[in-house]
Nanobody
């Protein structure tokens, strides 16, 4: 199983980024997908999650209203559109796949993880 995250970069506060996570080796449409992030010296935290059919989503309070998670099962890809970025959004962003049918922010309920993509927001 491979989850390949991409789309990170260095942006200024207020800018937007769209992260992508392409999967292979798993039945993508059967998995709940999540995005997590980890800043230096901090624990990994959930950003957003989406059920296999896109029918249910979860957003962390810190990103609610600025971030949209979506998926394209035909392309085996999940996206994270981030708008109005803030310096505190700076982190390595990871995508993950969970075999559970419901969205969850708990990292221990995700079975597979990607390698991460760095997002840096300058003030």
């Amino acid at each position: 199983v491979q989850l390949q995250a991409s789309g990170g970069g260095l942006v200024q506060a207020g800018d937007s980024l769209r992260l992508s996570c392409a999967s292979s080796g798993l039945t993508f449409s059967s998995y709940t997908m999540g995005w997590f992030r980890q800043a230096p010296g901090k624990e990994r935290e959930s950003v957003a999650a989406i059920t296999w059919d896109g029918g249910s989503t979860y957003y962390a309070d810190s990103v609610k209203g600025r971030v949209t998670i979506s998926r394209d099962n035909a392309k085996n890809t999940v996206y994270l559109q981030m708008n109005s970025l803030k310096p505190e959004d700076t982190a390595v962003y990871y995508c993950a796949a969970s075999g559970r049918p419901l969205v969850t922010p708990r990292p221990n309920l995700y079975n597979y993880w990607g390698q991460g993509t760095q997002v840096t927001v300058s003030s």
